[in-house]
């Protein structure tokens, strides 16, 4: 018999998939497929900063070296506009993992807070890097083939690649969560001094864990870049990135599975919505902003967190309302 949790899980699942054959507007699928990007994204991140309580404010750098990564093999490889550029996805997220491991050799000698600004500063390296070196195009940015696909049917493939990431990312999340792995990383986070003491090689479970998270955001990356058709360093080297996805996991539910992914879905839909509504892409940090407070100051512990509370709270009231308490007889 299927747990309620498992049934949510298999309509949540169900509903993503028949979104893209339900809603046929290019708009809204669009929207569908930058939203999931964002979700692999934001679960990707949420597996190592979440668990660990190691904030990674440097994320972006995995997303921009999985697009410059898929781009430039494209064009050294002369891969065709059609299917075979979806094939460089993963590679893209090998790249980013590759990346991942001399950074976080850098980044994961500091405790919390200095690991913060340091992240910041890598991602700063990165995208100056990619502004200056000549080969990833500079400010002009780099060119992919163009697909030629019909309008009505574009986005379908993107769509259904954006969630194959997003299932692959969750499910890599999940194993991590309930492996002897995970609740080392969730030892780090709530006692780092005294997880080593246990035993545990807190340098080696923060690399891994570090480097694993880089591989779905690479991918997501690579994906964009064939989504849009071109990169440029401002773009996937976008501060704005490390900044929506931390935001979202921590609006979710932060170190929770299905938080980051809740977070994503309503915030990266909203943001897309509000730029092509009121064709102002500033306007969602206004609403990000005001968002952030209210979970801070009214639901730290995140959305999805609170929301279970609430539903653990009223069943217990149904259950002290069904008691009699039977009269003593006189």
């Keep these: 018999m299927l747990k309620v949790r498992n049934v949510w899980w298999i309509a949540a699942f ?5 979104f893209p054959l339900i809603e046929t507007n290019p708009t809204y699928t669009g929207i569908g497929v930058i939203a999931l990007i964002f979700m692999g994204c934001a679960t990707s991140w949420n597996m190592f900063s979440g668990y660990s309580g190691y904030v990674n404010l440097g994320s972006a750098v995995f997303y921009g070296v999985g697009a410059y990564t898929m781009t430039l093999l494209a064009d050294h490889l002369n891969v065709p506009g059609n299917g075979d550029l979806f094939w460089l996805v993963p590679v893209g997220g090998l790249a980013a993992m590759i990346v991942a491991v001399p950074v976080g050799l850098v980044a994961l000698r500091v405790r919390r807070h200095t690991f913060v600004v340091i992240t910041i500063a890598i991602f700063f390296v990165f995208q100056l890097s990619a502004i200056n070196f000549g080969f990833t195009g500079g400010t002009a940015g780099l060119q992919l083939p ?17 969630l194959a990431i997003v299932v692959f990312a969750t ?13 080392q990383l969730l030892a780090i986070r709530d006692d780092e001094d005294r997880a080593a003491g246990l035993g545990v090689k807190v340098f080696a479970v923060k690399l891994t864990g570090f480097t694993l998270s880089a591989f779905a955001v690479g991918m997501g990356g690579a994906l964009f870049a064939i989504f849009i058709g071109q990169i440029y360093p401002q773009f996937v080297f976008d501060p704005l990135f490390d900044i929506s996805i931390a935001l979202m996991a921590i609006f979710g539910g932060l170190g929770t599975l299905t938080g980051p992914l809740l977070g994503a ?11 092509i509504r009121f064709s102002n892409g500033s306007l969602y940090l206004i609403i990000f902003g005001a968002l952030f407070l209210v979970i801070v100051l009214f639901m ?11 539903r653990s709270l009223l069943a217990s009231r149904r259950v002290e309302g069904a008691r009699v308490v039977p009269e003593e007889k006189s």
């Excluded at 163009?146 to 954006?162: D, G, H, Q, S």
């Excluded at 879905?265 to 730029?275: F, N």
């Excluded at 730290?300 to 609430?310: D, F, T």
Aim: hydrophobic residues 50%; aromatic residues 16%.
């Design 14 to 18: 169900g509903a993503l998939v028949l």
């Design 146 to 162: 163009l697909i030629p696909w019909l309008e009505t049917n574009y986005n379908k493939p993107f769509y259904y690649a954006a």
């Design 171 to 183: 499910l890599l999340s999940v194993a991590v969560r309930r492996s002897r792995f995970g609740l």
């Design 265 to 275: 879905l309503v915030l990266e839909s909203m943001q897309q919505y509000l730029a």
């Design 300 to 310: 730290p512990q995140g959305v999805v967190v609170y929301l279970s509370e609430w």
